[in-house]
């Protein structure tokens, strides 16, 4: 339990204000979704909020991903879309102010520790791996990174709580 809140408290610093940098993780976690038989038709539009035919939330290309790889698991889909949605909320807020996205941040760390608790029941070894995958392709272009990297600016220096997991319970 130790493991899995110190590992959450460092993926949640990555993802609200470590995210400026194309990092290796980043990119690797795109290449390794590209290549995987679960992603089709990334959205590599300009637009910051990407393709979302449907109106849900979700950027059509993540959702499908989210679709096609827990197919079998309605629970999973569940979590990782309303965390994909909680992202992409945060990356079209188009706002200057900073409480705006500490608020964002936390919606988002909520949906992101739901995501780790089923990366925990379903590869434990590979915990975090796909609520990483999702925020890479969530900034999978030029226009997406310049986006994350002005909230990261704008962020930077604040201090986040972690939220515990049971509000994933609801």
């Known amino acids: 339990m130790k493991k899995a809140v110190i590992a959450l ?5 990555f993802m609200t204000g470590c995210s400026s940098l194309l990092n290796p993780t980043i990119h690797n976690s795109l ?4 290549a995987s038989k679960f992603l089709k038709n990334e959205d590599k539009t300009k637009t910051i909020g990407g393709i979302d035919a449907n109106n849900n939330g979700v950027r059509d290309d993540i959702e499908g991903y989210i679709k096609l790889k827990y197919a079998n698991n309605p629970e999973a ?3 990782y ?3 994909a949605k909680e ?3 945060k990356l079209t807020l188009a706002s200057e102010d900073r409480e705006t ?4 941040a936390h919606e988002a760390s909520m949906k992101m520790v ?3 608790e089923i990366d925990e029941k379903v590869e434990p070894e590979k915990m975090y791996q796909d609520t990483i995958m999702i925020h890479a392709l969530t900034v999978n272009t030029k226009q997406r990174r310049a986006e994350s990297n002005r909230i990261s ?3 930077s220096g604040m201090v986040f709580t972690l939220p515990t997991t049971e509000h994933c319970k609801n």
Do not use: D, F, H
């Open 77 to 79: 889909i569940s979590v």
């Open 114 to 116: 739901c995501a780790s």
């Open 81 to 83: 879309m309303q965390y």
């Open 31 to 34: 290449k390794e979704v590209r």
């Open 153 to 155: 600016s704008l962020v």
């Open 101 to 104: 996205y500490r608020r964002a």
């Open 9 to 13: 408290s460092c993926l949640s610093i």
């Open 87 to 89: 992202l992409r909320k």
